[in-house]
């Protein structure tokens, strides 16, 4: 009894800690609100840094998301970059679908850009393929300062059971490291149709093949 209240136990975790991670932003700290917790620097570049929207970078009233807070992404040096690490857990080999999304941007006509790159790894760390948005460049922004709204999704591909989300940013003008990141997001949800759609499926399914029996019979 004690073996089995403790593996319904185990079930009861694992169950609520996938249901958690379904549909929430795995990407920790991803809207800067938090300094630059939760991103380690790569070796051999810059830092990351987390700044305050205002006159020497993004003002509140130029593009950029609703929600933007009061930080926001930029680098520093000529190229910065950052990297979190996350292991999938019990989610790894369930079949799931994935979408990126973030808020990319520069200064004016300056090239310095900015890019969010995901890794998807099998257990022996192989990169087995990747998602990517950005850069945003001058001509992707019409030549105005601020941050556009980037998307990706499908997915995941089979095997994978870690991730790799990499923040890097380029300055390729200027005295400032002008590329920005703001409100990073990736989310996955289950690829596999919940019972109740299902039986939606089959009940549809029923029906079509109802009516051309009967036409058949007429």
Excluded at 43 to 72: C, E, F
Aim: aromatic residues 10%.
């Amino acid at each position: 009894m004690i073996k089995q209240a403790c593996a319904l136990a185990l079930l009861s975790f694992c169950l609520g800690a996938q249901a958690q991670a379904l549909g929430e932003n795995l990407i920790v700290n991803g809207d800067a609100e938090a300094g630059i917790s939760g991103w380690t620097i790569f070796d051999g570049y810059s830092p990351i840094q987390a700044v305050a929207y205002g006159d020497n970078w993004v003002k509140p009233t130029q593009p950029g998301p609703v929600d933007r807070g009061l930080g926001m992404f930029t680098g520093t040096g000529a190229r910065a970059a950052a990297y979190q690490w996350l292991d999938l857990g019990a989610l790894a080999g369930q079949a799931l679908s994935y979408d990126l999304s973030g808020w990319l941007g520069g200064w004016l006509a300056q090239e310095d850009n900015a890019l969010l790159y995901v890794s998807f790894l099998d257990a022996s760390s192989n990169e087995i393929g990747h998602a990517d948005i950005g850069p945003v460049g001058p001509a992707d922004r019409g030549n105005q300062t601020g941050l556009f709204l980037r998307q990706a999704s499908g997915l995941l591909p089979t095997g994978t059971t870690s991730l790799m989300f990499s923040l890097s940013m380029e300055r390729l003008g200027g005295g400032d490291n002008d590329g920005y990141a703001d409100n990073l997001s990736f989310k996955l949800t289950s690829a596999v149709p919940e019972a109740s759609s299902l039986a939606y499926l089959f009940a549809g399914m029923g029906l079509i093949a109802g009516l051309r029996a009967k036409r058949r019979a007429s």
